[in-house]
Nanobody, 115 residues
Framework: QVQLVESGGGSVQAGGSLRLSCAAS????????LAWYRQVPGKERELVAR???????RYLDSVKGRFTISGDNARNMVYLDMMSLKPEDTAIYFC?????????WGKGTQVTVSS
């Protein structure tokens, strides 16, 4: 019902910046919530940033003040702007869309931060 495609990952030096993009298609008007997650192999996937309604956002404590989630409704896009990147931010980043009764995920985009 909903397709999500992430892009923008890559390799960057510590202190650098990246913008991740998530393009949504399908029944986008049924999306209840949007978020970014990340996962390191062998570790649990963790919530990085999400919209909570009313234009408000929430962030993982370790990225607060460095990452910003935003959206472009006209283009059906959601972004994650990452600044002051740290090696600990290295992970596969996933876009997530929640519909009533279903969760949809992109395939992820790799972010690697070197020290």
């Amino acid at each position: 019902q909903v397709q999500l495609v992430e892009s923008g990952g890559g390799s960057v030096q510590a202190g650098g910046s990246l913008r991740l993009s998530c393009a949504a298609s399908g029944k986008i008007f049924s999306i209840h919530a949007l978020a970014w997650y990340r996962q390191v192999p062998g570790k649990e996937r963790e919530l990085v940033a999400r919209f909570i309604g009313g234009g408000r956002t929430r962030y993982l404590d370790s990225v607060k003040g460095r990452f910003t989630i935003s959206g472009d409704n006209a283009r059906n896009m959601v972004y994650l702007d990452m600044m002051s990147l740290k090696p600990e931010d290295t992970a596969i980043y996933f876009c997530n869309a929640l519909l009533w009764g279903a969760d949809y995920w992109g395939k992820g985009t790799q972010v690697t931060v070197s020290s």
